[in-house]
Antibody
């Protein structure tokens, strides 16, 4: 069973860049798409974007100008960078394996809370 | 405001059946596959239904999905206290060029 684990700073200052890593275990990152999804307190899920193992990306237009997703196949990891953060970016951030052609996510991490505050 | 509309909450007694609706438009549910997720806070969301009505291995047949036009429904029979969770629908929106979700429905098993 594929397992995903998000990691990174739990506190980021306003205007700085949020950086998270997702480590994939018990399975290869190769041949799949991988997504980042977030959930702000009291809100629903919001898709941030995805990446194919080869490096091609697709971002949510609402966040596109601030998002960079990358992949390191040698480490079986994907990364998220979100620039110029504000309090509105405070959320639990999840990574998930993305069955993109059929529009579903079959394995998720437990998520990591990132708070934007000075 | 979520693109897909779900009721904020539903409830039913143990052993009973409940349905959770998710409505959208022709640019999302009406033209793309829909999936459903179960989420207990602090845990990884779990895929319950994919491609409108298919269940992954390990998901009991108490969970079912159906679709009609631009709406989908998740059905849960034989409710158990362990089913108490938040449930989300999700799909692709061709107009927004983004994956979209419902706002989530909190299921309470009384």
């Amino acid at each position: 069973q594929v397992q995903l684990q998000e990691s990174g700073p739990g506190l980021v200052k306003p205007s700085e860049t949020l950086s998270l890593t997702c480590t994939v275990s018990s399975g290869s990152i190769t041949n799949y798409y991988w997504s980042w999804i977030r959930q702000a307190p009291g809100k629903g899920l919001e898709w941030i974007g995805n990446i194919y193992y080869s490096g091609s990306t697709k971002y949510n237009p609402s966040l596109k100008s601030r998002v960079t997703i990358s992949v390191d196949t040698s480490q079986n990891q994907l990364s998220l960078k979100l620039s110029s953060v504000t309090a509105a970016d405070t959320a639990v951030y999840y990574c998930a394996r993305d069955r993109s052609a059929w529009y579903y996510f079959d394995f998720w991490g437990r998520g990591t809370l990132v708070t934007v505050s000075s | 405001q979520s693109v897909l509309t779900q009721p904020p909450s539903v409830s039913a007694a143990p052993g009973q059946k409940v349905t959770i609706s998710c409505s959208g438009s022709s640019s999302n549910i009406g033209s793309n596959y829909v999936s459903w997720y179960q989420h207990l806070p602090g845990t990884a969301p779990k895929l319950l239904i994919y491609e409108n009505y298919n269940r992954p291995s390990g998901i009991p047949d108490r969970f079912s999905g159906s679709k009609s036009g631009a709406s989908v429904t998740l059905g849960i029979t034989g409710l158990q206290t362990g089913d108490e969770a938040d449930y989300y629908c999700g799909t692709w929106d061709s107009s927004l060029s983004a994956r979209v979700f419902g706002g989530g429905t909190k299921l309470t098993v009384l």
